[in-house]
Structure formats: structure tokens, C-alpha cells
């Protein structure tokens, strides 16, 4: 599975963006996604992820209410929308494919997208 994320940039304290991240190859069954984000000197840390069919979303604490996950299954596409940015968003995001197959859990990441939010 290759994932292709986009939509990072600069933007300022309030703002919104909307992260993109496209899914191909693999099979034609959908796979849970997520959003992760690592920022300069820190872990790699979980904010979302949506069921296969898009009807359960969880969320890190630290976005809830800010940020919406959601997918387009036709298009293999996941979405983050980001509102109300503070500068502690800043940092790349990742999206995650992942899937349980015979017992077994495979991940896949995409290369990642550079937010960067300044006041």
C-alpha cells in the first residue's frame, strides 16, 4: 500500500488546513486509517483514526472538537481537517494504513506533510 499525503503549509494561529492522504495499491478491501504527527525532538504521537466503512472516528484528547477525520472510500482518501491551529500543531503528519490479516497486523505510512503554524 502506498499512501501520498498532502496539504501541509504555513499558516497562523486560527487558522484551518485540510490534509489529504490518497491510498493505492493494496487490495480493494478499505483499510482503518489514522493521522499521526511528530514535532521537532518528540515522539511520533496518535491524534485520529476512522473505521474501514467510516462510521467510528476516535481522537487524541488534544484535538478533539478541533480537528475531523473522515474518508471517501470510492476515492481510497482519508481526510484531517484542522481548525482553530494553535502553535503546538505544528509538526509533520503522517497518515496510517492498517490492517489484520491472518492474525496479524500490518502498518503502512505515508511520507508525511510539514505543518508549520506561527503567530
Known amino acids: 500500500v502506498q499512501l501520498q499525503a498532502s496539504g501541509g503549509g504555513s499558516v497562523q494561529v486560527g487558522d484551518s488546513l485540510r490534509l489529504s492522504c490518497a491510498a493505492s495499491g493494496g487490495t480493494s478491501r478499505p483499510y482503518v486509517m489514522a493521522w499521526f504527527r511528530q514535532a521537532p525532538g518528540k515522539e511520533r504521537k496518535f491524534l485520529a483514526r476512522i473505521s474501514r466503512a467510516g462510521t467510528n472516528k476516535y481522537y487524541d484528547d488534544s484535538v478533539k472538537g478541533r480537528f475531523t477525520i473522515s474518508r471517501d472510500n470510492a476515492k481510497n482518501a482519508v481526510t484531517l481537517q484542522m481548525n482553530s491551529l494553535v502553535l503546538e500543531d505544528t509538526a509533520v503528519y503522517y497518515c496510517?494504513?492498517?490492517?489484520?490479516?491472518?492474525?496479524?497486523?500490518?502498518?503502512?505510512w505515508g511520507q508525511g506533510t510539514l505543518v508549520t503554524v506561527s503567530s
Open positions: 496510517q494504513a492498517s490492517a489484520d490479516l491472518l492474525g496479524r497486523t500490518y502498518v503502512w
